[in-house]
């Protein structure tokens, strides 16, 4: 007698399940968007809050977090007030990190005054990680293996509570498949590499997608940390899915407008050698990790401001079973995509940056000109014999 799977975990959110919030975030991975250009959030609840604030690994509970958080929303009211003069009412500068946003999801002037800020405190909190991970005798990948821990946990634990989840595959490039990509891009540097850390996710079905994930951006990684510009979604045009769906639907309609950016959630394709049948949802997350103790010690004075938590980016792709089947097929195998990455890393070696050979179009001949008619066959409307208007000869040049 088969075992059943163990019951997913209650507070896991099916596609019927999905709140607006998690809409956002999912259409954020989706188009390869920024947080930076959003008008609100939508955290309606301080368990809400809590949980936002935990995936960046920060805790309210822990006295160091409340005052790194203090400290960063401090550091944000004095840019804007130093570069322009924004003016924030005291009720809200003296807000702490969670009241602020709730502040965020709410209406208002305030409103806009706590999405401002927070904006900020975005920006300057990933700064000043990457300047503290900078000051650390900490390599690569012993960065990378705390990246990994952390994913094994929370996917491993998605595997072990029986969420739709078929197969994950997690791993490091290896040093010819870094050479590869970085020859075959026009920017040879090692800082263009997204994918030193790759993740693949497998699902049960197209529908699942979307609540796996809404579960990553709730436990793995904060959705405003999906690196902007680096999403191939070839899947998902979120308009007509969620159209397809009376509940997304019904979400779909309270969407905030995204100013400055195209109205379109159509599909992104950024990597030249994949097949056009390729089908995957594939992004990039500059993923918060806590150091440990033992690690911290060794940071010297200038560091002991900056916090706990660095960086590290990491790719993920997500696709369902059937979908990842028929990739496996023809031109859309990873096979076929390193065949063709190959020819042109060794023809770009070979020949430089040179356009591909491509077959000669054939020149069509010269189009005859219209033969002229003498005035009196014009006045009678009949057409004058051939010989009357013979063509004329073209010079050599």
């Not at 490039?173 to 040879?188: A, F, I, P, Q, W």
Request: glycine content about 4%; overall charge positive.
């Amino acid at each position: 007698m088969s075992i059943p799977p163990p019951a997913p975990p209650s507070d896991f959110r099916w596609l019927s399940d999905l709140r607006l919030a998690e809409l956002e975030s999912i259409r954020l991975i989706l188009r390869g968007a920024s947080v930076i250009d959003w008008q609100r959030l939508e955290l309606a609840t301080e368990a809400q809050v809590r949980e936002f604030l935990a995936v960046q690994e920060f805790d309210l509970d822990d006295p160091a977090s409340r005052a790194r958080t203090e400290a960063v929303k401090n550091a944000a009211i004095a840019y804007l007030r130093r570069n322009f003069d924004f003016p924030i009412p005291k009720p809200v500068a003296q807000m702490d990190a969670a009241e602020l946003l709730l502040l965020a999801s709410a209406r208002g002037h305030r409103q806009l005054c706590a999405c401002t800020i927070l904006k900020v405190m975005h920006i300057i909190h990933h700064l000043e990680a990457r300047e503290l991970l900078y000051m650390l005798p900490i390599s690569d990948q012993d960065v990378f293996h705390l990246v990994e821990q952390k994913v094994y946990r929370v996917i491993g634990g998605m595997l072990a509570a029986g969420l739709p989840i078929l197969e994950f595959i997690g791993g490091r490039k290896n040093r010819d498949s870094l050479y590869s990509k970085l020859l075959s891009k026009k920017e040879t540097h090692a800082a263009q590499i997204y994918d030193k850390l790759r993740f693949r996710i497998v699902t049960r079905s197209p529908d699942d997608i979307f609540p796996v994930l809404s579960h990553l951006t709730r436990y793995l990684f904060p959705f405003n940390y999906v690196v902007p510009g680096q999403t191939t979604n070839t899947m998902f045009d979120l308009r007509k899915y969620c159209a397809s769906s009376p509940h997304l639907a019904g979400l779909a309609r309270d969407l905030q407008p995204l100013v400055g950016e195209p109205d379109d959630d159509g599909l992104l394709v950024d990597n030249q050698f994949t097949s056009s049948s390729y089908r995957v949802v594939h992004f990039v997350v500059d993923m918060p990790v806590r150091l440990p103790q033992e690690i911290l010690d060794l940071a010297p004075p200038a560091a002991w401001a900056l916090g706990r938590v660095v960086f590290a980016q990491a790719e993920f792709q997500v696709i369902d079973r059937e979908t990842e089947h028929a990739n496996e097929m023809g031109d859309a195998s990873h096979d076929a995509y390193k065949d063709r990455q190959k020819a042109a890393v060794m023809r770009r070696l070979k020949l430089g940056n040179v356009r591909p050979m491509v077959a000669p179009v054939p020149v069509p001949a010269p189009a005859k000109l219209p033969e002229k008619r003498p005035a009196a066959a014009r006045e009678r409307g009949s057409r004058p014999p051939s010989s009357a208007a013979p063509t004329p000869k073209r010079k050599r040049k």
